[in-house]
T-cell receptor, first 117, second 112 residues
């Protein structure tokens, strides 16, 4: 399978614990995005990387959240001191480099579902 | 802020009929409008997009219509099949790097 891979698929943790999610984008894709999706809602943008540079962070990304993409390939999203409100599906997407316009076609992984007890 | 919203949360359609999913948007500066399909337990999957200077675009069994006058977007699915059952999101891209803003989704139920 050469699609976007996310790990773990499911994570149950206790409030106050730290969790880390990993995303492996499609190999030739230089753009990587993290989204959060709660039940019944559309995905909400969290952050964007172009290669290893983090170019935008949403206001949703509090100081308990940190994302990295150290070598411009895989990315990690860490949530420190988790709260029950962090329970959601965390989606990673990637897209290839484009010389022209950016149409909005993203390739999503299947997500990492977080449950904070 | 800008938003992309949907008129109906759930749409039930008989197998073989055509489906029409509607969406209203508020950001006039959007460059592209996009439709995504999300099946249960999976990530969203790109279906089709339309540039803001177009009013119609066709794909395989799908057609997207854009009415900029009333800020309305629709997705038409011809001969709806059980495999089309999913949640459909309209979305828009107005950033220079494909930052996509999603609406809340419409659940399409196909009745066999």
């Amino acid at each position: 399978d050469t699609g976007v891979s996310q790990d773990p698929r499911h994570k149950i943790t206790k409030r106050g614990q730290n969790v880390t999610f990993r995303c492996d984008p499609i190999s030739e894709h230089n753009r990587l995005y993290w989204y959060r999706q709660t039940l019944g809602q559309g995905p909400e943008f969290l952050t964007y990387f172009q290669n290893e540079a983090q170019l935008e962070k949403s206001r949703l990304l509090s100081n308990r959240f940190s994302a990295e993409r150290p070598k411009g390939s895989f990315s990690t999203l860490e949530i420190q001191r988790t709260e029950q409100g962090d329970s959601a599906m965390y989606l990673c997407a990637s897209s290839p480099p484009r010389r022209g316009e950016h149409t909005g076609e993203l390739f999503f992984g299947e997500g990492s579902r977080l449950t904070v007890l | 802020g800008e938003s992309v919203g949907l008129h109906l949360p759930t749409l039930s359609v008989q197998e073989g009929d055509n489906s029409i999913i509607n969406c209203a948007y508020s950001n006039s500066a959007s460059d592209y409008f996009i439709w995504y399909k999300q099946e249960s337990g999976k990530g969203p999957q790109f279906i089709i997009d339309i540039r803001s200077n177009m009013d119609k675009r066709q794909g395989q069994r799908v057609t997207v219509l854009l009415n900029k006058t009333v800020k309305h977007l629709s997705l038409q699915i011809a001969a709806t099949q059980p495999g089309d059952s999913a949640v459909y999101f309209c979305a828009e891209n107005s950033g220079g790097y494909q930052k996509v803003t999603f609406g809340t989704g419409t659940k399409l139920q196909v009745i066999p």
